[in-house]
């Protein structure tokens, strides 16, 4: 497998961020894909249930995304869309940025916007360096800004391991934390695709269903997401995430359709 097409498998398993995740994409490969999910959340705090759609066309210098969310979280109901892009100025420096805005009374964030860029190193191509920043805005007075770096390595034609970390600071009060996080991709495009993922760190606000906002926490998480070829062009996507706080855990799955070309 290529590694155009490892890259193109990281970010089609990870969802429908405002930002492009795996943050290794290179042009070459469109798709069209829908589903959705559903997670447990225990405690009352309200599960997770919705659909969401995604779009992507790519060009010789740039892929564009275009995402769609509509679900239930929390108890409380939105839509979420967002618009991003990634272009290469060259065979070793492309840059991403991506905007999104949510409806529904506190989920959903009002407004978000991301920025990164990234450096491919060695002769290879094989390391990449990514650097970026994020800026959130709730419906009410909370907001987040955050720096992030990722380091990735195609450890083979089948085989790509990424690691990454975020600075976050919540207002009011400038609150910082601290994440990491970890994936491994295997397999082969055309046929089945494996994503292992997790993370963990500490949250400054989460607004969830609870009379008073959670506050200042640790949490974790991991999730797995299997591509399948079921012809050339067309398969299934399934996932499975599970994430835990000390005031509740959240699991459950994802299904979805997808036609790539």
Same mark, same amino acid.
């Given at each position: ?46 599960? *997770?249930?919705? #659909?969401?759609?995604? %779009?992507?066309? &790519? $060009?010789? @210098?740039?892929? =564009? ?87 990735? *390595?195609?450890? #083979?034609?089948?085989? %790509?391991?990424? &690691? $990454?970390? @975020?600075?976050? =600071? ?92």
């Amino acid at each position: 497998m290529t590694r155009s097409t490892l890259a193109f498998a990281v970010v089609a398993a990870l969802g429908t961020p405002s930002l492009v995740q795996g943050q290794i994409v290179p042009p070459g490969s469109s798709w069209i894909e829908a589903g959705g999910f559903y997670q447990h959340v225990n405690h009352d705090f309200g599960s *997770w249930t919705g #659909g969401y759609a995604r %779009l992507v066309l &790519a $060009g010789s @210098r740039d892929v =564009w995304y275009g995402d769609a969310k509509l679900q239930e979280a929390f108890r409380d109901r939105g839509a979420y869309g967002a618009l991003a892009n990634v272009h290469h100025f060259g065979s070793r420096v492309f840059t991403q940025v991506g905007v999104g805005a949510g409806s529904g009374k506190y989920v959903l964030p009002r407004f978000r916007a991301d920025a990164a860029l990234t450096l491919k190193l060695g002769n290879a191509h094989a390391l990449l360096l990514t650097a970026g920043g994020t800026y959130v805005k709730s419906k009410s007075i909370y907001s987040d800004q955050a720096l992030f770096g990722s380091i990735a *390595w195609y450890a #083979g034609p089948h085989a %790509l391991l990424e &690691a $990454g970390g @975020r600075l976050n =600071w919540s207002d009011p009060g400038a609150v910082r934390t601290e994440r990491v996080s970890g994936s491994l991709t295997l397999g082969k495009n055309g046929a089945v695709l494996l994503v292992l993922r997790g993370g963990a760190g500490t949250e400054g606000y989460q607004l969830t269903s609870a009379p008073v906002t959670l506050q200042k926490f640790r949490s974790q998480e991991v999730g797995v997401t299997l591509r399948t070829w079921l012809a050339p062009h067309f398969g299934v996507v399934e996932g499975g995430e599970w994430y835990h706080n000390k005031f509740y855990t959240r699991a459950g799955g994802s299904l979805g359709l997808f036609h790539a070309w």
